[in-house]
T-cell receptor, first 112, second 113 residues
Framework: GAGVSQSPSNKVTEKGKDVELRCDPISGHTALYWYRQSLGQGLEFLIYFQGNSAPDKSGLPSDRFSAERTGGSVSTLTIQRTQQEDSAVYLC??????????FGQGTRLTVV | DQQVKQNSPSLSVQEGRISILNCDYTNSMFDYFLWYKKYPAEGPTFLISISSIKDKNEDGRFTVFLNKSAKHLSLHIVPSQPGDSAVYFCAARKETSGSRLTFGEGTQLTVNP
């Protein structure tokens, strides 16, 4: 497809388990972003990749969160030892170096 | 430090009238601004943007106004339609450095038939 694709669309996991969320950006987009939206909250920045530059990790809430972007394309957000407060919709977006960012549909993570 | 703020969590207007959504920012380095619309269970959808070299950008029913001296922007929707009911997010970035987007908290717009 031509848009940003995220998988899975929904994920239910037990507290303490690790989860991986995947994002396939739009082809040719050099910038990739992860945000999350908790219930009733705004969009919280997590991490930003731009080309070959070091990622901006300033939004990651704890060292249980990590992300990588392989080959400048697909990105995986990993949450280790999940906690209930990690429950949220995790949103990925991509853009050219400058310009509009386009979002995927998100992954709804529920930690039980 | 909330660099982009949307002070109204909600706004209700009648169909056919104008909706005005407001956004303030504190970082004078921001030079590119965007508005996104978000329906429940969907990702945000890009609506309209404006560069800091302009003070107005119009696209159909949507117009964004930028007042750099006041560090304020607004989104006008006219005429408003019930399908416009959604959460609207304002976002800003330092375009020249290709930096990340900083979002406001969002405003829930409800357009009543």
């Amino acid at each position: 497809g031509a848009g940003v694709s995220q998988s899975p669309s929904n994920k239910v996991t037990e507290k303490g388990k690790d989860v991986e969320l995947r994002c396939d950006p739009i082809s040719g987009h050099t910038a990739l972003y992860w945000y999350r939206q908790s219930l009733g909250q705004g969009l919280e920045f997590l991490i930003y990749f731009q080309g070959n530059s070091a990622p901006d990790k300033s939004g990651l809430p704890s060292d249980r969160f990590s992300a990588e972007r392989t080959g400048g394309s697909v990105s995986t957000l990993t949450i280790q030892r999940t906690q209930q407060e990690d429950s949220a919709v995790y949103l990925c977006a991509s853009s050219r170096t400058l310009g509009v960012a386009f979002f995927g549909q998100g992954t709804r993570l529920t930690v039980v | 430090d909330q660099q982009v703020k949307q002070n109204s969590p909600s706004l209700s207007v009648q169909e056919g009238r104008i909706s005005i959504l407001n956004c303030d920012y504190t970082n004078s380095m921001f030079d590119y601004f965007l508005w996104y619309k978000k329906y429940p269970a969907e990702g945000p959808t890009f609506l309209i943007s404006i560069s800091s070299i302009k003070d107005k950008n119009e696209d159909g029913r949507f117009t964004v106004f930028l007042n750099k001296s006041a560090k304020h922007l607004s989104l006008h929707i006219v005429p408003s339609q019930p399908g416009d009911s959604a959460v609207y997010f304002c976002a800003a970035r330092k375009e020249t450095s290709g930096s990340r987007l900083t979002f406001g908290e969002g405003t829930q717009l409800t357009v009543n038939p």
